[in-house]
């Protein structure tokens, strides 16, 4: 899943595909580069970030799914039951909902469903979050939300950097068998995020990109159906070498 964010203030690629035709040419590039689907965003979710109304969330996501959906499955990124209702209208056939409360949306349309976990909400998520077990407490909150979507296609995500401390992404991560013996698909985004720059001595989001593929070749190692990401290529190129150590012909130990 390849992210693309119409945002001015998004962590790692705000303001970059402000522009609508910009935004389509990028999100073809990923799909070159060996993306399945396309996320299309129109308002940031990360720590901080103010919301946004429906209607300017609207005007950027629109276009730009309109003109990819001919071209590759496409996902909204959205909180929004109005947004994910015209989005899905568009031509998305994936709604990846953050706040994993707009399954009634995805089974109206026939689309597909991500479910995300997260502890409060962006603006302060981060500010103090505690579990009594973090991988027990986002396991069953997931499979309560996906069993009771009623939606045939569902998808489930821990949500990482939703509302946790590095220590709880370092668990989730390394427990993601936990989410993957559930039965249901697992998406994971790790991309750029910040855990993964204080990993990495400070470094800005534009450079955690090996943090970025390292975190995202685990996930699939681990069982992930998916991750989310904005370097596709790379991702890309790690995805094909774990087939080929695990694949059939590789008889290799
Ligand atoms: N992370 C972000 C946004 N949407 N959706 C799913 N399913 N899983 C994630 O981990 C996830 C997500 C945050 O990253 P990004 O879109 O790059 O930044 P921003 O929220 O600032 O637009």
Excluded: C
């Excluded at 479910?115 to 909150?141: C, I, K, L, N, S």
């Excluded at 949500?159 to 994971?188: C, Q, R, W």
């Excluded at 790790?190 to 970025?212: C, H, I, N, Q, W």
Aim: glycine share 12%; net charge negative; charged share 20%.
């Amino acid at each position: 899943m390849g992210v693309l964010n119409v945002t001015p203030d998004s962590f790692s690629d705000g303001g970059l595909w402000l522009d609508a035709g910009g935004a389509v040419a990028h999100g073809l590039r990923m799909v070159e580069e060996g993306a399945h689907v396309i996320d299309v965003g129109g308002e940031s979710t990360r720590p901080g970030a103010d919301p946004v109304d429906a209607e300017e969330e609207l005007r950027r996501v629109l276009p730009v799914i309109e003109a990819l959906a001919p071209h590759t499955r496409v996902s909204i990124d959205t909180r929004k039951a109005e947004v994910a209702e015209a989005a899905l209208a568009a031509g998305a056939s994936l709604l990846n909902d953050v706040s994993a409360s707009l399954a009634p949306v995805a089974k109206a349309a026939g689309a597909g469903w991500v479910a995300m976990h997260m502890q409060g909400e962006p603006r302060t998520m981060q500010q103090d979050p505690t579990y009594d077990d973090v991988v027990a407490d986002v396991r069953a909150f997931l499979v309560e939300r996906a069993q009771s979507a009623g939606v045939d296609e569902v998808w489930i995500d821990p949500g990482i950097g939703f509302g946790k401390t590095m220590e709880h992404n370092l668990t989730l991560l390394s427990h993601l068998d936990a989410l993957v013996g559930t039965g249901y698909p697992v998406v994971v985004g790790t991309s750029r995020k910040s855990f993964l720059g204080r990993l990495t001595g400070g470094a800005p989001a534009a450079d955690r990109v090996e943090a970025s593929v390292a975190t995202a070749a685990w996930a699939m190692s681990r069982g992930a159906a998916m991750v989310r990401v904005h370097d596709v290529a790379p991702t890309v190129a790690a995805a094909r070498l774990l087939e080929g150590r695990s694949g059939p012909s590789s008889g290799v130990a």
